[in-house]
Every structure is written in C-alpha cells, then in structure tokens.
C-alpha cells in the first residue's frame, strides 16, 4: 500500500481550497487561463481594459497574486503524490513525474511575473510571450501529472493498488 507523506493531506486539502476560491476570483471573463496565453501585448491589454470595465482589474490582480499560493499547494501536492508511489513501486516515470511536479510551478511563478508586469501597465510583449511560453510549458508538464493521478484513482477503485 502506498504511504503518503504526513503534509500530503494539507497540501490536498490547500489545492482544493485554492480552485474553489479561484472560480470566485476568476470573474468576469476572460479569465486567467486566457490572459496566460494572449501571447502580445495588444491582446492583454484589451483583456485588461474588458476587466477594467467590468470594474474587475484589482480582482484580476490579486487573483494572479493569489496564485503564488495555489501553487505552492498543487506542487507540494503532486510530488508528494508521485514520490509515494515512487516509493511503493520504483519506475522512472514517477522520478520524472516527481521532478514535472516541482517545475511546472516554477514556471508558473515566472508566468504571473510576466501577467502581473502586463496588469501593472510596466509590461511589454516579451512579458506577454514570457507568460505564454511558461504556461504552454506547464500545462505540457502538468497534463501527464494529471493524467497519472486519475490512472492512479481508477487502479484504487479497481482495488488493484
């Protein structure tokens, strides 16, 4: 049976927070995911002013500040998540699940610096390229993640792990 890290649970537990509170923050459209890949400095800037009229931007701001939070919690618990199931049964690709993990946030916090240069009018298009290029990489990172974790559901329901 796979042992879990006794900080697995809290970091579970935050990651689930975070998503409920973001699709609160996250409002009115275009959301973040959007912002993240509107790839030149035009294209945010008309997101910005959509929020700016909706009288959304401070949420926009903070919900991209609130992140740094979010990601600590989906990271912490991904490669906790992969490390057990390393331990339970030793095949790379749980090492390198472990290792897409820990560097899809990193990414993601070099993404909001570009997102929050964009929101504070300080940005150009490189940030608008740096966000897009960091987020298509982590979401490349974080798909096989995801798709491992419900694998790994499926093995328990199955009662095969």
């Not at 945010?44 to 701001?61: C, L, V």
């Not at 991904?78 to 699940?97: C, G, S, T």
Request: charged residues 15%.
């Amino acid at each position: 049976m796979m042992k879990f890290s006794k900080y697995f649970k809290y970091f579970l537990v935050g990651t689930i927070l975070c998503i409920v509170t973001m699709r609160f923050i996250d409002k009115p459209n275009p959301g973040i995911v959007e912002f993240e890949f509107a790839k030149t400095l035009d294209n945010a800037n008309n997101m910005i002013a959509i929020w700016a009229d909706a009288g959304a931007e401070n949420r926009k701001i903070a919900g991209n500040f609130f992140d740094y939070i979010f990601m600590l919690c989906y990271g912490g618990s991904l490669f906790l998540f992969y490390k057990a199931w390393y331990n339970y049964k030793p095949q790379i690709i749980f090492k390198v699940l472990m290792y897409f993990a820990l560097l899809a946030p990193l990414l993601d916090a070099v993404e909001n610096y570009g997102l929050l240069k964009l929101q504070f009018k300080t940005g150009t298009d490189f940030h608008a390229q740096l966000a897009y290029y960091c987020a298509s990489t982590k979401f490349i990172l974080l798909i096989p993640c995801i798709l491992g974790l419900l694998y790994w559901i499926v093995l328990r329901l199955m009662k095969k792990i």
